[in-house]
């Protein structure tokens, strides 16, 4: 499936995973998928949302305020360790990203979806983000297109949390209706 995306749409689906890594969170979720969308606001689809006063920062903060720090994190927080003081720290003694994993060094995998093992490298998709990808699938087939966009991720992401998917609560929090946003998507994709 993933040989049907467009290049901005691969974009989308590594930039989820950097946004789960970012967040310290052990999997990659529907979430993060919106917050990597956002961080292609150049893409018409993702413009909906950033003209309706969604942006990246806006949603991340919502995203942490709805999901909360990694469960590292939150266990380091209850013991008193401030994990982005002690990047920060570490980052202006010996450079920016000096903690983060490099390509080299992650353990080689295969497959996109690839769930288990540790916590280094590529983070599991949780089965919502799954089967939001499957759906940007049939939200391309459904709009007769050769591929899958932006524009189909974010209505895979929609549709698959219809009911209460943590991407569409960002977006009902932040006064937005996901139904005019499928609308508005739709349109963009002609």
């Known amino acids: 499936m993933f040989e049907r995306f467009t290049e901005r749409a691969r974009r989308v689906v590594t930039g989820a995973q950097q946004e789960a890594r970012e967040l310290r969170h052990g999997y990659i979720g529907t979430e993060h998928l919106l917050l990597a969308i956002l961080g292609v606001p150049e893409d018409p689809a ?39 003081a002690v990047r920060e720290a570490v980052e202006s003694a010996f450079g920016e990203g000096a903690l983060d994993v490099r390509p080299e060094e ?7 979806f690839r769930s288990g093992g540790s916590s280094v490298g590529r983070s599991p998709f949780t089965a919502r983000a799954k089967k939001a990808l499957e759906l940007s699938l049939r939200e391309s087939l459904r709009l007769k297109s050769g591929e899958i966009g932006v524009g189909h991720l ?20 932040h006064g937005l209706d996901p139904g005019a946003v499928r609308r508005a998507v739709e349109r963009t994709l002609g």
Do not use: Q, S
């Open 154 to 173: 974010l209505l895979g992401v929609l549709r698959e949390g219809e009911g209460e998917g943590p991407a569409v609560r960002v977006l009902l929090d």
């Open 106 to 112: 992650e353990p080689k995998r295969r497959g996109w």
């Open 46 to 84: 993702a413009a909906v949302l950033v003209e309706a006063g969604l942006d990246h920062e806006t949603a991340r903060r919502a995203v942490r305020r709805l999901v909360g720090p990694g469960d590292d994190a939150a266990a380091l927080a209850a013991i008193g360790v401030d994990l982005d």
